[in-house]
C-alpha cells in the first residue's frame, strides 16, 4: 500500500457511542481533501465494543488500521502507542476520539506546517463545560505557565499537527508518566497555535475520571517544574529565620523584662501547623521520588495486543 501524507491518531476508550459518528466524519475527510491519510485508531482496553468495531471496520477499510492494548493504560499512553505505529511521511494530526477536536481544521493546519512549523497546536477558544471545571482548567494552565521551565501554551490540548520529527523524538523519549503537551513544547523548533471551539462531546461521557484527571495535572507539574522542591526550601529557611528573630526578642524581654513567654494555644497551633507542613513537604518530594520509582522499572508504556493492519489481523 502507498504511505499516506498524514497520520490521524485517535485514542479511544469505551467510545462506542460516538464511534460511529467518528469514523463517518474522517471518512468524510478524507473524501474532501487533497491529502492522502491513514488514521490509526488505539483501543485503550475498553469495556465496551469499541475494539470490537475497530476490528471489523479495519478488517474491511485499510485506510483505518487498529492498534488494540491489553488493558487500559490511559489516554497518553494510548497515545503513545498510536504514535509508535505511525507510517505518514508528512505529519501526524492527533485528535481525541469523542469530536470534540474536529479533524476538518486538518487542511488549516496543514497549510501552516507548510510555512515551516513543527507543531501546529490548537488553543481552545472556550470551552463547552461546567463553570467550575472551566475555571480549574484555567487555573491549572495558568499556574502550570508559572513555575515551569519551559513554555507550556495556556489551554492548549493535545489536539495539534506535528511533524514526523516531532514525532520521531517524542518516541524516543522513555519517560513514564507522559504529559504529551508539555513533552511536545519541551521539542523546541517552531511552534504556533491557532484557536478553536471546542464542540460539545459527540456521545457519551468523559472517559476522564477525576483521578485521571488529577493524575495529569501532576504529571504537568511534577515533570516539567522544580519549583515544588524549591518552595519547600525557601519555606525552610524562612521559617528557621523567624525562629531565630522570635528567640532574640524572647531571650530580650526576659533578661529586660523579666516576663516569661504565654501562650499554649499559639504554641499547640504551631506545632500542629508545622507538622502539616512537613508532611506535606514530604509528600511532594515523594512526588518525585515515585516518578523515579516507576521509571527506574523501564517497563514499557503499554502491552499490545493486537493489531489490524492492511485489512489483516496481527497478534502480537
Ligand atoms: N481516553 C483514553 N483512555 C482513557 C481515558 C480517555 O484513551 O483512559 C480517550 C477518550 O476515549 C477520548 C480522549 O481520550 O478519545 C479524551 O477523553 P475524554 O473526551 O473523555 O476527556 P475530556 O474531553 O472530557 O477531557
Ligand atoms: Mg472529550
Redesign the pocket.
Known amino acids: 500500500m502507498n504511505q499516506p501524507q498524514i497520520n490521524i491518531v ?6 462506542e457511542l460516538v464511534f460511529d459518528e467518528l469514523v463517518n466524519r474522517l471518512q468524510k475527510l478524507m473524501d474532501n481533501t487533497r491529502l492522502s491519510i491513514e488514521v490509526i485508531l ?1 483501543d ?1 482496553g475498553s469495556k465496551d465494543n469499541t475494539a470490537g468495531k475497530m476490528r471489523e471496520l479495519s478488517l474491511k477499510n485499510e485506510k483505518f488500521q487498529s492498534v488494540i492494548l491489553s488493558r ?1 493504560f ?2 497518553q499512553s ?1 497515545l503513545s502507542a498510536g504514535l509508535n505505529f505511525v507510517n505518514a511521511s508528512e505529519a501526524v494530526l492527533i485528535i ?3 469530536l ?1 477536536d474536529p479533524p476538518e481544521l486538518l487542511d488549516e493546519f496543514y497549510a501552516q506546517l507548510k510555512k515551516g512549523y513543527d507543531v501546529v497546536y490548537a488553543i481552545r477558544k472556550n470551552r463547552k463545560e461546567s463553570y467550575i471545571k472551566k475555571l480549574a482548567y484555567k487555573w491549572f494552565y495558568k499556574f502550570l505557565k508559572k513555575i515551569s521551565y519551559i513554555e507550556i501554551p495556556l489551554d492548549s490540548g493535545d489536539f495539534s499537527l506535528i511533524s514526523l520529527r516531532i514525532v520521531r523524538q517524542l518516541n524516543q523519549m522513555p519517560e513514564e508518566s507522559r504529559f504529551l503537551r508539555g513533552m511536545r513544547s519541551w521539542i523546541g523548533y517552531s511552534q504556533i497555535g491557532l484557536e478553536y471551539e471546542r464542540e460539545r ?1 459527540g456521545a457519551g461521557e ?3 475520571t477525576k483521578k ?2 488529577l493524575k495529569l495535572a501532576f504529571n504537568g507539574i511534577f515533570n516539567f517544574s522544580e519549583y515544588p522542591i524549591k518552595v519547600i526550601t525557601k519555606l525552610g529557611l524562612f521559617t528557621i529565620i523567624t525562629s531565630i528573630i522570635y528567640f532574640i526578642y524572647v531571650v530580650i524581654k526576659k533578661i529586660f523584662f523579666g516576663d516569661v513567654p504565654q501562650g499554649f494555644t499559639a504554641l499547640l497551633f504551631m506545632i500542629i501547623f508545622f507538622g502539616g507542613i512537613q508532611l506535606f513537604a514530604i509528600g511532594l518530594i515523594g512526588e518525585y521520588v515515585l516518578r523515579i520509582f516507576f521509571q527506574v522499572k523501564k517497563r514499557p508504556l503499554y502491552i499490545l495486543k493486537e493489531r489490524v493492519v492492511n485489512k489483516e489481523i496481527l497478534d502480537s
Open positions: 485517535v485514542p479511544l476508550y469505551n467510545e488505539v485503550d487500559n490511559g489516554h494510548a481525541d476520539g469523542d470534540q462531546r468523559s472517559k476522564y485521571k484527571l
